[in-house]
């Protein structure tokens, strides 16, 4: 499964195009998910966002695994990030980007007003994998519906302004991976939690992998939606048949339908429905 090869045309372009215009922006935000905050970081960012000043923003709190999650924020924290969690459902900690925005342009804006001149509208470039929050976020940010947002990859295509308000303005960038994911378990968490299309890796490896990160992090959560108790690694179907009877996927004959089974497992982390799950697990050789 390593050097899987999924890097559409338009993530390149993008990468171009931010290239073309990063002398424009003054900040970046770059979106990760707090269920996978390391798989979720964009490998090879600093190769087009050059040292420009970053707010690391992490969405899908409501849904991540908080106590785990907040081991990630200190590890990036201690890499010299400013690291903003929110929730974008509950619209919480979204003045704190505006906040923090304000506080980074703010020996800038100093400069200007000495040398008598006025404050100008700050440009900050939003970047993130797809299917991260970014759309959701952007409409949080304006306070209506600025963008099309899909729970699915590759809904924006093209990098567009966006105003935020009087002083602000966002160039919006469409979810961007890097050329080859040659960790397993970053490709397989991208999978779980649809931030690369459903084809490119077996569903039936993604739903076998999100049981099996369940059931070593969260049993009880295994327990509680499909009646699991117990995974025989060796022989998942009778798992996928308990499930199967559980969330009535039955075909005619009262026969298991395996392929339901796989999409209620994947949808089921996909929509939320089990939640307060982290997939990326914080080691200490990190920490460092």
Known sequence: MTNINWYPGHMAKTKRLIKEKIDLIDIVYEVIDGRMPYSSKIRDIDQYIKNKPRLLIMTKIDLCDMQETQKWIKYYEKQGYKVLPVDLKENTNINKILSATEEMMKEDNQKRIE?????????????????VGKSTLI??????????VGNKPGITKSLDWIRINESLELLDTPGILWPKLDEEKVALNLASFTAIKEEVLPLDEVAIYILKTLYKYYPEKLKERYGITNINYDDILPTLDVIGKKRGCLIKGGEIDYDKVISVIINDVKEGIIKNITFDRFEGELDG
């Open 115 to 131: 040398q008598g001149m006025n404050k100008r509208k700050t440009r900050v470039l939003i970047v993130g994998i797809p299917n």
């Open 139 to 148: 409409n949080r940010l304006v306070g209506k519906k600025a963008t099309n």
